[in-house]
């Protein structure tokens, strides 16, 4: 027997409603700016928690704490990534940790410190700020971030982000479309959003 409410919509249907209607859907932030409804992961439902992903072969611990990886003479077109870290009750997960890496504008990893990494803890509103740059295109993948993200005492969540309209999305043998990160261009600074949901039992 199914015990599901039908008269509730899952954020993922609304999605879909959204997409086949005409307009653009604004919602207002915890800061009350209007922004554009992502198509992240929601939560409400067991099916909207962030799917894990495999940490790839540069992963380093211990990681400078930063909201900012941008450095003296660093290449790159400069990208804000900003959202929140919630349970699947849609409660905010204060002082998650987030810990970022990602190639440098031409595709390379730096293994040898710690450019372009760097770890940040939430807010008591669940939201994290990370300013960077867009990462390049690693040979055999396409573009994106990787991402470590923990609740206080919790397991750790191994993911990648990816971004929206890149051709090698469609070659990327573990590219994930719930994990496509909402971009808006400009000309000085590009504009991304993410919110992750975790499982918290």
Same mark, same amino acid.
């Given at each position: ?9 899952? %954020? @993922?249907?609304? #999605? ?18 209007? @922004? ?19 940490? *790839? ?12 990886? #941008?450095?003296? =003479?660093? /290449? *790159?077109? %400069? ?27 031409? =595709? ?9 990494? =760097? ?5 008591? /509103?669940?939201?994290? %700020? ?17 991402? @470590? ?34 971009? @808006?261009?400009?000309?000085?600074? /590009?504009?991304?959003?993410? +919110?992750?949901? #975790? +499982?918290? *039992?």
């Amino acid at each position: 027997m199914n015990d599901r409410d039908d008269s509730r919509l899952t %954020r @993922r249907e609304f #999605l879909a409603a959204s997409l086949a209607a005409p307009g653009i859907f604004l919602l207002r932030d915890a800061f009350g700016a209007a @922004r554009e409804l992502e198509a992240t992961p929601g939560c409400g439902d067991a099916d909207d928690v962030t799917p894990p992903q495999t940490a *790839g072969p540069f992963y380093k611990p211990i990681s400078p704490e930063r909201r900012s990886l #941008l450095e003296p =003479g660093l /290449k *790159g077109s %400069r990208i804000v990534l900003e959202g929140y870290v919630r349970s699947t009750k849609c409660q905010p997960v204060p002082r998650a940790l987030l810990d970022f890496w990602h190639a440098d504008a031409s =595709g390379a990893y730096d293994n040898a410190g710690y450019s372009l990494r =760097g770890h940040q803890f939430t807010d008591d /509103k669940g939201r994290y %700020r990370l300013e960077t740059i867009v990462p390049g295109i690693y040979p055999g993948r396409t573009r994106h971030f990787h991402v @470590r993200v923990q609740a206080p005492n919790r397991p750790v969540l191994t993911t990648q982000l990816y971004f929206p309209n890149e051709p090698q999305n469609k070659s990327d043998w573990i590219f994930n479309p719930k994990l496509v990160i909402a971009l @808006r261009d400009s000309a000085a600074v /590009k504009a991304a959003a993410f +919110d992750f949901v #975790l +499982d918290l *039992g």
